[in-house]
């Protein structure tokens, strides 16, 4: 099984700062990468899949970046909306699996 | 655009089976290119891939759950289903289904239905 490490766990950030978000995998995966966003009570939103392409509708300030075992999702400048768990999801496997999440909160 | 609904009993007694089905709205189930997917949320967790149908009843199941885990497609209604069978309190979790779009190889979820909590206790 391919896991899936994000750091940091929980991250506190302030309106319009630049955050960037890790995941790591435990083996090569190529690009078969993507990110969710999940607000409380809310199902997870595709935001980025194979690790760089944004999905439609999704703002420009979310991007992502990566390949092989490190994978980053950066959000340019941060609105109150984008205040939500971020999960990275790889697909190289077979057995599709999930990073444990990184709460985004505001400072 | 494409809506997925889940619905079932939201509470299941331990040792019987959880039976879900996820309405497909907006788009035909029979659409090639589609793996139409559960995954769970254990409360306050991460989450879990359960498994995934094509339209033509080829099944893919995370190994983990193999052992109890059906998933069914009935394209006539535009329905898909899970069954988990043999339930215990771990199984407690919000259930989702959502739409696997394979592309170059990598498998995407979206869109996700609102999820359904299932709760197993006597």
């Known amino acids: 099984d391919i896991q899936m490490t994000q750091s940091p766990s929980s991250l506190s950030a302030s309106v319009g700062d630049r955050v960037t978000i890790t995941c790591r995998a435990s083996q090569s995966i190529s690009s078969y990468l993507n990110w969710y966003q999940q607000k409380p009570g809310k199902a997870p939103k595709l935001l980025i899949y194979?690790?760089?392409s944004l999905q439609s509708g999704v703002p420009s300030r979310f991007s992502g970046s990566g390949s092989g075992t490190d994978f980053t999702l950066t959000i340019s400048s941060l609105q109150p909306e984008d205040f939500a768990t971020y999960y990275c999801?790889?697909?190289?496997?077979?057995?599709?699996?999930f990073g444990q999440g990184t709460k985004l909160e505001i400072k | 655009q494409v809506q997925l609904q889940e619905s079932g009993p939201g509470l299941v007694k331990p040792s019987q089976t959880l039976s879900l089905t996820c309405t497909v709205s907006g788009g035909s189930i029979s659409s090639g290119g589609y793996y139409w997917s559960w995954i769970r949320q254990h409360p306050g967790k991460g989450l879990e891939w359960i498994g995934y149908?094509?339209?033509?009843?080829?099944?893919y199941y995370n190994p983990s759950l193999k052992s109890r885990v059906t998933i069914s497609v009935d394209t006539s209604k535009n329905q898909f289903s899970l069954k988990l069978s043999s339930v215990t309190a771990a199984d407690t979790a919000v259930y989702y289904c959502a739409r696997g779009i394979a592309a170059a190889a990598n498998t995407r979820f979206d869109p996700w239905g609102q999820g359904t909590l299932v709760t197993v206790s006597s």
């Open positions: 999801q790889q697909s190289y496997s077979t057995l599709p699996s």
């Open positions: 149908i094509y339209y033509s009843g080829s099944t």
């Open positions: 194979a690790a760089s």
